[in-house]
């Protein structure tokens, strides 16, 4: 009942009323009172979202104060000091490993920003899983690098906390937790398809709560204490979660817990009691039953899997069903709770990890208590999280979710280790992985299909294909990275018992079968599941426990691992049912067991001093070990040959993947590493033969030239025989686990790498293998990866090139690495591409014929190896063993024999072969113990095994099997006489034979009963000469005997020979001084050479051998008459040279023309002199100018019906807009201080002064006295090709058809020059060119100025012709439609009235302006540099001029308003009528004189005679000089102008007043102080300037400043009409030379600097008068204020270039900065923020948010400031896209790393830094306007960004 009126009342009161109850001693009615009101108030039954309880819990927490003040006052008591800031995914956090002890170390950017980090190795990335700050955690990082914050140990000097301060807080909560999990409790349902919603909606509810919860721990340490007692006491859980007795709704609501316990395949407390006494009994027995796959909450579920499956692959895998003997049965399927925060956890992992709720539970982590009771919690739930993650359908979402919980907890090894011993984490984590596979589990198919007893994952399996075990594989790498943890689970037997059955389930998984019919109908990809689940689930748990074997004390534990591998393994071989040979056409690339075998031997050797034998088990088991690894060797050799292509493109996936960077260190290394030990210990012969016949090409090896191959088509011969002897090259010469140091193994893979492709810094880090070269952390005595890569290579800065492709810095190799490292052995054994090789021998072959050493196509050069560790000498057997050197005889007499199937390959191979053993001798020839009385098969071709010895054993006869067919039958005839029958049958009993398999089967034979009988003497099977035929071949074999009479050496001399097709091509005088050195590169003949020198310095007997060998010189004739065959064959070779040399004379040919058709085509900078390209200049030809069509090709002038048109790109353009008065660009803001002030721009300023005028003056005159074009003109430029106006409309309808994805709109007209393929949108029609008449327009005149200024007036009179109506007239009218729709409507309407003519007039002359503005630009925005520069190649004024006379024909100036009579002569006074009301005109002292100077040009008769134009420009320069003076006057201060006007006074009755700037001067200050007087403003700046004296000096520079832009801009107009040259000169004499060029001043003065601008002046009229009348025009003005006037005078028309924002150096500046910034707009923070690089913009990159009108914000932002060109910075991925009208592209980054490198999307987050040079580029194409053609990747952005 009180709780009612509690409840009525103010709650503020209320709860500071109960504080003072509860504080007192006896609080027992305050707490009555507070458990009735907390009744009322947290009833579950009650909607959730209801927030009335939420209010109340947060007032009563606070006991009447402010929610807010309270948390302040908490937080001021907060005593943590680790940071545990919380993040979610995609949050940017740092990781630095110079100061990380776990790998998993990260820190939020706050904490990084206030630690010292310089110099150290670290990045930023973007959380996948989210994390959280470990800044202040000695055991995750070292306190170095901490920040300053978390440095200082904060808990000391913290104050204690009043004891009523979290009085309430202590009593509310519990009750609030409870309530949360009532809600949680009644809210779950069992999920079925339906319910997934249900559950979130349950959530979204909650919500609140939970926020409200996330809040209470960021109060700090002293609110987590009081949360982590309510969460972690039992005796609060036991009184509040079942709830009392007579409370209905507990009851209830505690049975759903239970249900939903049990329902999970647990047993509830209660129940586990009973059963476990039975389970005891039966010992273990009831592990089974509850190990099977499903709970006994839900029978059903077996079936229905097993359903899924089976319809897979229709009834042919079921899934197998282990009864594995785990340990603990309890592992997987008990829980109890005994806590808040074990029910807690327990819904977390029921509702799939909210991510609300996560946070929470991470965010109380800095609490130690918590962290340990949570860490305990979270162990015992393990198995629950695997079933719960198992059945769920987001497992990737829940996997990062769980992942960012658990690697908190167990990247801390003294926690890891704590629970280690209390939790049984390895037993848990094992177990739970096993059980988990279990789930997935097949029958193998290899070997022995019908009765293998192995099970293997099934790869198609969800659990595999998604990779749902990462997140418990993952948790089990990373304990297994403390060293502590690492031993326990080494010492434990058990443990790696079960350890190694979870491995056999991976290996021989995925098996592939070689399709030999068809091909596969179905390519399955199951084979990513299978790589990823052995380097995940295997291999990566095997590096992390080698990581801890690394000492002589560690040795143990290699024993232990090395006996349970060899264990599991021989029950794998009992399984599979492996005797002693592999199934054929069968392959699987996963041996794990192998492999963990392999490496912990390598290590026990290398590290740990083991002797290798003691590790190895007995021959027979070796013979098994080796069978499968070399199964895949041979395997890589047939996939490569096409053996497997039926099995489709997946299998050559395997085959590279199997190689791959990430991949090799854990398999292809071990598996090559494992046949070495091997080939150490097992009998040679054996060996060598076992690798032909894996290999199938055991009937290639025969002397005999033809043979029959019962398993290879013939074409498959040659790979087959090169990838056999290619490994046997690799097995014997990679050193990698053999003897190399760490250092020299990383900089055996980085050259390799490096000798393939120049490659960037991150490119590298990611091809060398990971795990024996950790790339971070340095290893004490190693060396770093940077340093070894400074030593073997050169850095390429990146560099521009000029197409615009941006190269990256990359790193290349130094010269004396390819001449003594580049190893083609190493390389051919990384390569995942084929075509690597030949990239790295084509480079080879460059450096060998750029330093001069060799010229041809050289051979792979020779490396010499490391020598071999000593437990390994044995491999050294293979090279000295008779098997190889018969197979080494026999292909040397096949190569010189020409048979078919050899190669150059074959040839490079077995010489490798030859020098590897010549370079490695056996030491102790005690081999020949063996008694030799057996009849070897093959023991009579070499006398012993020594290959010295036996390359110059002459071999006489041989007997062969060959086809009937074979030409060595037709040629053998009976002996006729006695005397060659007796030898021939000698012959016979000599002829040796050959037979490997049958060697093979009997050594194998042989081993195998001396292991069992241990008897000397065994009789063997005669399997000498049987030879396993296939039984589908005709065996029409004969016997036949060849004659031979030649050794290995004879061969390697007549081989030579053949090579260099020399007779004597090796002197006997020649080996007297062999000189190694130059041997070292070559081709063949010096690879014969070196082989030669080589023996002959290891044996005399050798030298004398080759001695006698080049004596005899024999002619390189086979020792067989020349058959036929044989000719043919030398015949075709000869045909292939010519052939070859045909084609390449006929490529060089070829490649001469494209070369010098590009240089006509594309040349960019000179204009071809033969189709009048310098279209600028009207030349003087006495013909009309001719113009080529590139579409039709034909050749004529521009005509009124067929006019010619140039292909010309409009774009509308706010680069001259964007212009400021500094030239110092402005800086981009980075912090909320800085900002960008717009309102100083070019654009700007032009727009307030017309506006300003059209307050005052007539509308029509305002829009002649400015230009507009600022912002949005239209710039024209062409690629200066020309064509018919009617061929390009037939093209642009061929390309409208065509339908091609183009990257252009052809609807839009655009399209790209048929001849040089530069995109354009419009034609410009050429007018027909008056050629003849131009030479009258260029004489020069002498008639007076008054004349002359007469003459221009009548011209402006007359009437412009109206042009007939004509094909050109049609063409020029569109052609100004097209500009007009090139450009904004807003861009044209400057007038009052829209559409009205004055405003078209308007645009039409600024577009003049806005072009030839645009070209002084680009010329560096003065005329210095003189001559035709890159940008008059794309300028085509001179059309465009007259396409706008012809326009502006149509308007005529009223001659009363016409302002060349004001420029010329003295107006008579108006007499007073009725026009007074209307405005006055613009006064000329404002109007801007370049335009003027354009409108008179526009508007006169065309063509312009050169003394008119001259006239026009000398009349302009007085207004403009005058304006100048007034302009200046008003910089004065008042004491100034009247010195000056006193000093002005005298010299104007002198001679040259009139050119005297002083006298004018005085004048203008005179007039313009009359009525209302501009100087009466006494501006700031007038004050400000006039602390400098004006000197004359000055005077005289400011005025010339002021007229060099008009200069400048009539200069370069009479350039373009009349084709005059402009001269260079130096800055300080431009003025000068721009004044004789115009005809100012006749010829230039000396010294050229001391021209006045005054002494250019020409007045029509007296001087003073003029001046007079222009002042009065502005004193008398009645409406304006002084201060306007004078804004409007002072015009200062010189710009600083055009500029992009200064960006800072170093890019986290920006990133940090904008990355969490919110959007002005929406004031959210965007997904994709982007700024805009012109203005500093910051918009949101394809946000929703912005759009108007179904446009996004980037793309409206392009139209308002750049007229729809628009740079951008993308934040978040450190790129520039350009946005050009409806299409954008990437443009690349002006970011880069220290090594030269973009970071697209910030992948890598390593620190980047502005590259100047990458940024002016950008600049440039910004000002110049060739996006559209130097960019190649564009598309349409549907306005989306």
């Known amino acids: 009942m009180m709780a009612a009126s509690l409840l009525r009342r103010d709650k503020k009161t209320?709860?500071?009323?109960?504080?003072?109850?509860?504080?007192?001693?006896?609080?027992?009615?305050?707490?009555?009172?507070?458990?009735?009101?907390?009744?009322?108030?947290?009833?579950?039954?009650?909607?959730?979202?209801?927030?009335?309880?939420?209010?109340?819990c947060k007032c009563l927490i606070a006991g009447g104060e402010g929610f807010e003040e309270f948390c302040k006052t908490v937080r001021s008591y907060d005593n943590a000091t680790l940071c545990g800031l919380v993040w979610t995914a995609n949050f940017v956090a740092y990781r630095c490993r110079t100061c990380g002890i776990s790998p998993c170390m990260s820190l939020c950017a706050e904490c990084f920003n206030n630690g010292d980090h310089t110099g150290h190795d670290f990045n930023m990335f973007r959380s996948q899983a989210g994390g959280a700050c470990d800044c202040g955690d000695s055991n995750v990082m070292r306190d170095s690098g901490f920040c300053r914050r978390h440095r200082l140990r904060t808990g000391e000097n913290v104050p204690s906390i009043p004891r009523d301060l979290l009085l309430m807080s202590e009593m509310v909560l519990p009750r609030f937790i409870l309530c949360i999990i009532q809600y949680l409790r009644d809210g779950y349902i069992e999920p079925d398809t339906s319910a997934e919603r249900d559950l979130q909606k349950v959530l979204q509810q909650l919500e609140p709560q939970i926020t409200f919860l996330e809040e209470l721990t960021k109060m700090g340490g002293a609110m987590r204490t009081v949360l982590t007692k309510i969460l972690t006491n039992q005796q609060t859980y036991k009184e509040l979660s079942m709830g009392q007795e007579e409370n209905l709704y507990a009851k209830k609501n505690y049975d759903k817990y239970l249900s939903a316990l049990k329902n999970s395949g647990l047993v509830s407390v209660e129940e586990k009691i009973q059963?476990?006494?039975?389970?005891?009994?039966?010992?273990?027995?009831?592990?089974?039953?509850?190990?099977?796959?499903?709970?006994?909450?839900?029978?059903?579920?077996?079936?229905?899997?097993?359903?899924?499956?089976?319809?897979?692959?229709?009834?042919?895998?079921?899934?197998?069903?282990?009864?594995?003997?785990?340990?603990?049965?309890?592992?997987?399927?008990?829980?109890?709770?005994?806590?808040?925060?074990?029910?807690?956890?327990?819904?977390?992992?029921?509702?799939?990890?909210?991510?609300?709720?996560?946070?929470?539970?991470?965010?109380?982590?800095?609490?130690?208590?918590?962290?340990?009771?949570?860490?305990?919690?979270?162990?015992?739930?393990?198995?629950?999280?695997?079933?719960?993650?198992?059945?769920s359908h987001e497992s990737d979402t829940m996997s990062n979710r769980i992942v960012h919980i658990s690697v908190q907890l167990f990247s801390n090894e003294e926690l890891a280790r704590h629970m280690t011993e209390e939790c049984q984490l390895l037993d848990i984590m094992v177990t739970v992985l096993l059980y988990m596979m279990e789930s997935c589990l097949i029958k193998s198919e290899l070997q022995d299909e019908e009765n293998n007893r192995h099970v293997v994952v099934n790869c198609s399996e969800a659990l595999l294909k998604n990779n749902t075990y990462w997140p418990l594989v993952s948790d089990f790498i990373n304990i297994l990275s403390h060293q502590s943890v690492a031993k326990k689970f080494l010492e434990d037997h058990s443990l790696l018992v079960l350890w190694m059955s979870f491995v056999s389930f991976f290996q021989g998984m995925n098996l592939n079968k070689r399709e030999l019919n068809e091909h596969v109908e179905f390519e399955s990809q199951t084979y990513y599941a299978a790589f990823a689940a052995e380097l995940e689930a295997c291999a990566q748990p095997m590096w992390g426990l080698l990581t801890h074997c690394k000492v002589k004390e560690t040795q143990e534990y290699t024993k232990?691992?090395?006996?349970?591998?060899?264990?599991?393994?021989?029950?794998?071989?009992?399984?599979?049912?492996?005797?002693?040979?592999?199934?054929?056409?069968?392959?699987?690339?996963?041996?794990?067991?192998?492999?963990?075998?392999?490496?912990?031997?390598?290590?026990?050797?290398?590290?740990?001093?083991?002797?290798?034998?003691?590790?190895?088990?007995?021959?027979?088991?070796?013979?098994?070990?080796?069978?499968?690894?070399?199964?895949?060797?041979?395997?890589?050799?047939?996939?490569?040959?096409?053996?497997?292509?039926?099995?489709?493109?997946?299998?050559?996936?395997?085959?590279?993947?199997?190689?791959?960077?990430?991949?090799?260190?854990?398999?292809?290394?071990?598996?090559?590493?494992?046949?070495?030990?091997?080939?150490?210990?097992l009998d040679p012969d054996y060996f060598i033969s076992s690798v032909f016949e894996r290999f199938k090409v055991v009937d290639l090896l025969t002397m005999a030239s033809q043979h029959q191959n019962a398993v290879l088509d013939s074409e498959q011969e040659r790979p087959m025989l090169e990838g056999a002897l290619t490994f046997l090259v690799i097995l014997t010469s990679l050193r990698i686990h053999l003897g190399m140091t760490d250092d020299e193994i990383l900089r055996s893979e980085m050259v390799s790498q490096l000798c393939m492709n120049d490659r960037t810094h991150s490119a590298l880090l990611d091809l060398i293998p990971e795990n024996p070269n950790p790339k971070s952390g340095i290893v004490p005595g190693s060396c770093s990866f940077e340093d070894v890569l400074s030593a073997v290579s050169d850095f390429k800065a990146p560099v521009f090139e000029p197409g615009g492709s941006m190269q990256q810095g990359m790193y290349t190799p130094k010269a004396d690495v390819w001449e003594k490292e580049f190893d083609p052995i190493m390389v051919v054994l990384r390569t995942v591409y084929r075509r690597d090789v030949q990239s790295a021998m084509d480079r080879y072959s460059a450096f060998l014929k750029q330093y001069g050493i060799h010229t041809g196509n050289p051979w792979p050069p020779y490396k010499e190896r490391t020598p071999l560790h000593p437990s390994y000498k044995g491999l050294i057997r293979l090279l000295h063993c008779k098997t190889l050197h018969i197979v080494i005889f026999t292909l040397l007499y096949k190569i010189w024999m020409d048979h078919q199937n050899m190669s150059e390959h074959v040839l490079c191979m077995v010489l490798y072969l030859i020098e590897l053993g010549?370079?490695?001798?056996?030491?102790?020839?005690?081999?020949?113990?063996?008694?030799?009385?057996?009849?070897?098969?093959?023991?009579?071709?070499?006398?012993?095994?020594?290959?010295?010895?036996?390359?110059?054993?002459?071999?006489?006869?041989?007997?062969?099997?060959?086809?009937?067919?074979?030409?060595?039958?037709?040629?053998?005839?009976?002996?006729?006489?006695?005397?060659?029958?007796?030898?021939?049958?000698?012959?016979?009993?000599e002829a040796q034979v050959f037979s490997l398999v049958a060697e093979r089967r009997r050594k194998f034979q042989e081993i195998i009963n001396r292991n069992n009988t241990e008897a000397s003497q065994v009789v063997r099977p005669k399997s000498s000469s049987t030879r396993w035929v296939s039984p589908g071949t005709p065996p029409q074999l004969v016997t036949e005997i060849l004659e031979i009479r030649e050794s290995m050496l004879s061969l390697l001399v007549k081989l030579h020979q053949k090579m260099s097709s020399k007779q004597n091509s090796l002197s006997a005088s020649w080996l007297e001084d062999p000189d190694t050195s130059r041997h070292a590169h070559g081709d063949g003949i010096t690879a014969i050479e070196r082989i030669l020198a080589k023996a002959a310095t290891r044996s005399c007997q050798i030298k004398r051998s080759i001695q006698d060998i080049c004596g005899k010189v024999c002619p390189p004739v086979p020792p067989k008459k020349n058959s036929p065959s044989d000719k043919k064959t030398m015949d075709k070779e000869e045909r292939r040279q010519r052939a070859r040399e045909r084609q390449q004379k006929l490529l060089a040919e070829f490649a001469s023309r494209q070369k010098s058709f590009m240089e006509t085509a594309m040349d960019v900078e000179s204009p071809e002199p033969e189709a009048a390209m310098d279209l600028g200049s009207a030349e003087v030809m006495e013909s009309e100018v001719l113009y080529d069509c590139v579409i039709c090709g034909q050749s004529g002038p521009s005509t009124e019906d067929r006019p010619t048109g140039l292909v010309v790109l409009l774009q509308a353009?706010?680069?001259?807009?964007?212009?400021?008065?500094?030239?110092?660009?402005?800086?981009?803001?980075?912090?909320?201080?800085?900002?960008?002030?717009?309102?100083?721009?070019?654009?700007?300023?032009?727009?307030?002064?017309?506006?300003?005028?059209?307050?005052?003056?007539?509308?029509?005159?305002?829009?002649?006295?400015?230009?507009?074009?600022?912002?949005?003109?239209?710039?024209?430029?062409?690629?200066?090709?020309?064509?018919?106006?009617?061929?390009?409309?037939?093209?642009?309808?061929?390309?409208?058809?065509?339908?091609?994805?183009?990257?252009?709109?052809?609807d839009k007209g655009e399209f790209t020059c048929p001849l040089c393929r530069q995109f354009a949108n419009s034609v410009l029609p050429c007018r027909p060119g008056r050629g003849t008449e131009t030479s009258g327009w260029h004489t020069p005149t002498n008639k007076a100025t008054r004349v002359l200024v007469k003459e221009v007036e009548d011209l402006q009179e007359k009437l412009?012709?109206?042009?007939?109506?004509?094909?050109?007239?049609?063409?020029?009218?569109?052609?100004?439609?097209?500009?007009?729709?090139?450009?904004?409507?807003?861009?044209?309407?400057?007038?009052?009235?829209?559409?009205?003519?004055?405003?078209?007039?308007?645009?039409?002359?600024?577009?003049?302006?806005?072009?030839l503005e645009l070209e002084l630009v680009h010329r560096g925005g003065n005329l210095c540099s003189g001559g035709a520069s890159a940008a008059a190649k794309r300028s085509c004024l001179n059309q465009l001029f007259h396409v706008l006379a012809m326009h502006m024909r149509l308007y005529s100036i009223d001659s009363a308003y016409n302002p060349w009579t004001k420029l010329t002569q003295i107006a008579r006074q108006k007499e007073a009528d009725g026009f007074d009301e209307e405005r006055p005109e613009v006064p000329m002292l404002f109007r801007d004189v370049p335009s003027l100077l354009i409108i008179f040009v526009l508007t006169m008769p065309q063509p312009l005679r050169k003394e008119h134009f001259t006239c026009v420009i000398k009349m302009l320069y007085n207004l403009q000089f005058t304006q100048a003076l007034a302009a200046l006057s008003t910089k004065l201060s008042p004491e100034e102008r009247q010195a000056w006007v006193t000093s002005g006074a005298l010299k104007k009755n002198t001679l040259n007043a009139e050119k005297s700037s002083n006298a004018l001067l005085s004048h203008v200050i005179n007039e313009l102080s009359k009525d209302k007087s501009v100087y009466k403003v006494t501006s700031k700046e007038t004050t400000m300037l006039s602390a400098s004296v004006w000197s004359p000096q000055s005077i005289e520079f400011s005025l010339q400043q002021f007229?060099?832009?008009?200069?400048?801009?009539?200069?370069?107009?009479?350039?373009?009409?009349?084709?005059?040259?402009?001269?260079?000169?130096?800055?300080?004499?431009?003025f000068s030379s721009l004044a004789v060029c115009l005809g100012l001043l006749s010829a230039a003065p000396q010294p050229p600097g001391a021209v006045h601008s005054a002494s250019c002046l020409e007045w029509p009229f007296n001087a003073f008068d003029l001046v007079t009348q222009w002042c009065d025009e502005v004193t008398g003005l009645s409406q304006m204020q002084p201060e306007q006037s004078l804004s409007l005078l002072v015009q200062d028309p010189q710009w600083a270039p055009p500029r992009l924002l200064q960006l800072p150096d170093n890019y986290s500046i920006i990133f940090q900065y904008y990355h969490r910034k919110a959007c002005t707009a929406c004031k959210k923070v965007p997904k994709d923020p982007a700024l805009c690089l012109v203005c500093g913009a910051f918009v949101c990159l394809k946000g929703g948010c912005c759009k108007q009108q179904g446009t996004c914000e980037c793309v409206l932002h392009s139209q308002h400031c750049g007229a729809a060109t628009g740079i951008f910075l993308l934040i978040n991925a450190s790129v520039i896209i350009i946005i050009r009208g409806h299409r954008f592209c990437l443009w690349g980054s002006v970011y880069l790393d220290a090594h030269g490198e973009e970071d697209r999307d910030l992948r890598r987050g390593k620190p980047l830094f502005l590259c100047e040079e990458r940024y002016r580029v950008l600049e440039q194409q910004w000002v110049s306007h060739t996006f559209d053609h130097i960019n190649k990747r564009w598309g349409p952005h549907y306005n989306g960004l």
């Not at 819904?347 to 799939?352: A, S």
């Not at 400048?1608 to 000169?1625: E, F, P, S, V």
């Open 14 to 56: 209320t709860a500071a009323h109960l504080k003072t109850d509860l504080t007192r001693t006896d609080n027992s009615s305050g707490l009555r009172q507070l458990q009735e009101l907390l009744d009322a108030v947290l009833n579950p039954e009650k909607p959730a979202a209801d927030t009335e309880a939420l209010d109340w």
């Open 275 to 391: 059963g476990a006494a039975a389970d005891v009994a039966e010992g273990g027995a009831g592990a089974m039953v509850l190990l099977g796959t499903t709970g006994p909450g839900s029978p059903d579920e077996s079936a229905k899997e097993d359903d899924q499956d089976g319809g897979q692959f229709v009834g042919q895998r079921k899934r197998v069903k282990l009864s594995s003997s785990t340990k603990d049965p309890y592992i997987i399927d008990s829980l109890k709770h005994k806590c808040f925060l074990e029910e807690l956890l327990f819904w977390t992992i029921k509702f799939e990890f909210p991510q609300k709720m996560v946070t929470f539970l991470l965010n109380m982590l800095p609490d130690q208590d918590y962290k340990i009771t949570f860490t305990k919690t979270f162990v015992q739930h393990y198995a629950f999280i695997m079933k719960t993650l198992m059945k």
């Open 1213 to 1306: 353009s706010s680069v001259l807009g964007h212009r400021c008065k500094n030239k110092q660009p402005k800086q981009l803001p980075t912090s909320d201080e800085e900002h960008i002030y717009l309102a100083d721009t070019c654009g700007v300023a032009h727009d307030v002064r017309l506006s300003l005028m059209q307050q005052f003056f007539k509308d029509s005159s305002c829009l002649q006295s400015v230009s507009i074009g600022w912002d949005g003109g239209v710039y024209v430029q062409t690629c200066g090709h020309t064509l018919h106006i009617d061929c390009h409309k037939s093209y642009m309808e061929s390309l409208r058809n065509d339908q091609v994805l183009q990257g252009f709109s052809v």
């Open 918 to 989: 010549l370079d490695n001798q056996v030491q102790d020839c005690k081999e020949d113990e063996e008694p030799c009385i057996e009849e070897h098969c093959h023991d009579s071709w070499f006398p012993g095994t020594n290959l010295l010895s036996n390359l110059h054993h002459v071999i006489n006869f041989v007997r062969v099997r060959v086809p009937e067919t074979a030409p060595e039958v037709k040629k053998e005839t009976p002996p006729s006489t006695s005397a060659e029958a007796s030898s021939y049958g000698q012959n016979l009993r």
């Open 1603 to 1630: 007229c060099l832009p008009f200069l400048r801009l009539a200069c370069l107009l009479q350039h373009h009409l009349y084709g005059d040259n402009l001269t260079g000169c130096l800055e300080e004499e431009e």
């Open 560 to 681: 232990t691992v090395v006996r349970y591998c060899l264990e599991t393994l021989q029950i794998w071989f009992d399984a599979i049912g492996f005797i002693d040979e592999p199934a054929p056409n069968q392959v699987t690339f996963h041996l794990p067991l192998h492999r963990y075998y392999a490496m912990f031997l390598s290590r026990a050797v290398k590290c740990q001093g083991l002797d290798l034998d003691s590790l190895l088990p007995d021959q027979e088991m070796l013979m098994k070990i080796m069978v499968h690894p070399l199964q895949i060797q041979a395997c890589l050799s047939e996939i490569h040959s096409n053996m497997w292509v039926r099995n489709g493109l997946q299998i050559k996936g395997q085959a590279m993947t199997y190689v791959q960077s990430h991949f090799c260190n854990s398999m292809i290394d071990p598996d090559i590493f494992l046949l070495q030990v091997c080939a150490s210990r």
């Open 1360 to 1411: 412009g012709l109206f042009p007939t109506e004509s094909n050109l007239s049609k063409e020029m009218e569109l052609v100004i439609k097209d500009i007009k729709n090139t450009t904004q409507k807003k861009y044209m309407d400057y007038g009052k009235n829209p559409g009205s003519p004055d405003n078209d007039f308007l645009f039409m002359y600024s577009l003049a302006r806005t072009n």
